[in-house]
């Protein structure tokens, strides 16, 4: 990429691309693409994580970024999930449907995987 080109990309823009680059290899189709009400694997970069109660219950929610779009993993009852911290990158397998706006997945399976070396 040419210097004019990254230096007239806003930072969203180049973190966008940091993420498409990270996860392009994996073969896995991009979030942006993910449909609703059918069994998706799908992979991101955990960008937000939060506890927030549904219906007088506990949850743990991440947000999954790829750069091209994002979802919302949901885990009810826990208010954590051991390895998964932001910054995190996370294989995602479950039924995703559209809340609030958001594309969210209940209690989806997942794998962490290794932080790339620097």
């Known amino acids: 990429m040419g210097l004019r080109k990254r230096l007239s990309q806003t930072l969203e823009e180049i973190e966008q691309e940091r993420l498409q680059n990270r996860f392009a290899e994996l073969g896995l189709p991009p979030l942006v693409d993910m449909p609703c009400r059918k069994r998706?694997?799908?992979?991101?970069?955990?960008?937000?994580?939060?506890?927030?109660?549904?219906?007088?219950?506990?949850?743990?929610?991440?947000?999954?970024?790829?750069?091209?779009?994002?979802?919302?993993?949901?885990?009810?009852?826990?208010?954590?999930v051991k390895g998964m911290t932001t910054g995190c990158a996370v294989v995602l397998e479950g039924v995703?449907?559209?809340?609030?706006?958001?594309?969210?997945?209940?209690?989806?399976?997942?794998?962490?995987?290794?932080?790339?070396a620097d």
């Open 40 to 80: 998706v694997r799908v992979v991101g970069e955990i960008t937000v994580e939060r506890i927030r109660p549904r219906s007088g219950i506990p949850a743990y929610e991440v947000v999954v970024s790829d750069g091209t779009g994002d979802v919302v993993a949901i885990f009810t009852g826990r208010h954590s």
């Open 96 to 116: 995703a449907h559209q809340e609030l706006g958001r594309r969210v997945m209940l209690n989806p399976g997942y794998t962490l995987l290794p932080r790339p």
